[in-house]
């Protein structure tokens, strides 16, 4: 890469028209304004400026140079400012959550972004465990997990929510105990083992040995899919409530009522020693109408 410094050299002979002026505003000598146009000029492999005298006119690589080195000496003006200003309504917003939450946060989000069309939402779906990583790796800034980070040394988590899970059924089954829901298999999805565990180690804690006990009865990936086969008759799952109201047949499915109500707590994880931008505790606050300090 061309070094800046000859660049504003560059930049500042032009402006002053004369090699002794610039000398004196960069506090130079002539002979090392000289030696950075040299330099200049050996880096691009081209002539930029014709000598006369003691002047000088730009070559038509000299004006090309000339206008990348302001483009350039602008860019960096605008980050430098950009840095300083932290602005709560604009910048990228790298977010991610599993598909149930993503369903009640993400059309928030995009009203928000309509609110403030100079924020821009990345927003992606994904399991807890890739959720994790996906910080690790400062792929996203922040991430809404339904359980605490494993990695709790470097990332935190905030409570910020909590939703009623539900076991749903097909509406034509007869829900008997645990054993009739072993007969009837299971519909997995990307959360259906932290959510079965959650559900059923509070109502069938002498029964539950895990989600691998239940037969196999599908696996859906997409969160606006996973009731299909369950209302096709398939197998159960169990999802947050939202999830199920939002199915576009409700009539297909029925929600199972157990002795115990268990509800999925959400947190909001970040990097420990990672401070955030401010937007970030606008767009939390507005979402969940909790402090946030990021």
């Known amino acids: 890469m061309v070094n800046p410094v000859w660049l504003k050299t560059f930049i500042t002979l032009i402006e002053q028209g004369h090699f002794t002026r610039t000398a004196e505003v960069l506090a130079m000598t002539q002979p090392g304004v000289s030696q950075h146009i040299k330099k200049l000029e050996e880096y691009y492999q081209t002539s930029l400026i014709n000598r006369f005298g003691k002047q000088f006119e730009?070559?038509?690589?000299?004006?090309?140079?000339?206008?990348?080195?302001?483009?350039?000496?602008?860019?960096?003006?605008?980050?430098?400012?950009?840095l300083i200003k932290d602005h709560p309504y604009?910048?990228?917003c790298r977010?991610?959550?599993p598909g149930a939450l993503g369903l009640n946060i993400y059309p928030r989000l995009i009203e928000l972004q309509k609110q403030y069309p100079e924020l821009s939402i990345h927003y992606e779906v994904a399991p807890n465990h890739r959720i994790e990583e996906e910080l690790l790796n400062n792929h996203i800034?922040?991430?809404?997990?339904?359980?605490?980070?494993?990695?709790?040394?470097?990332?935190s988590a905030h409570e910020v929510s909590s939703e009623q899970l539900c076991l749903v059924v097909p509406a034509t089954f007869s829900f008997t105990g645990y054993s009739s829901?072993?007969?009837?298999?299971?519909?997995g999805h990307p959360d259906a083992s932290h959510h079965v565990s959650l559900m059923f180690q509070?109502?069938?804690?002498?029964?539950?040995?895990?989600?691998?006990?239940?037969?196999?009865?599908?696996?859906?990936?997409?969160?606006?899919q996973i009731l299909e086969p369950v209302a096709s008759?398939?197998?159960?799952?169990?999802?947050?409530?939202?999830v199920v109201q939002s199915f576009s047949r409700p009539e297909l499915l029925k929600m199972v009522?157990?002795?115990?109500?268990?509800?999925e707590t959400v947190f909001l994880v970040t990097k420990t020693h990672k401070p955030l931008a401010s937007r970030y505790s606008f767009l939390f606050e507005t979402l969940f109408s909790t402090p946030f300090r990021g």
């Open 257 to 263: 009522e157990l002795p115990c109500t268990v509800d």
């Open 181 to 187: 829901l072993r007969k009837l298999g299971l519909i």
């Open 95 to 97: 977010i991610s959550s």
């Open 141 to 155: 800034d922040c991430g809404l997990m339904t359980r605490k980070p494993k990695q709790e040394s470097v990332l």
């Open 58 to 82: 730009l070559t038509p690589s000299g004006e090309t140079v000339y206008r990348f080195a302001q483009s350039l000496i602008e860019s960096e003006v605008q980050l430098r400012e950009s």
């Open 233 to 242: 008759g398939l197998g159960f799952t169990v999802l947050p409530v939202s």
């Open 90 to 92: 604009s910048g990228i």
């Open 202 to 224: 509070e109502n069938f804690p002498e029964e539950f040995r895990g989600i691998g006990s239940f037969p196999d009865h599908g696996y859906v990936n997409q969160i606006n």
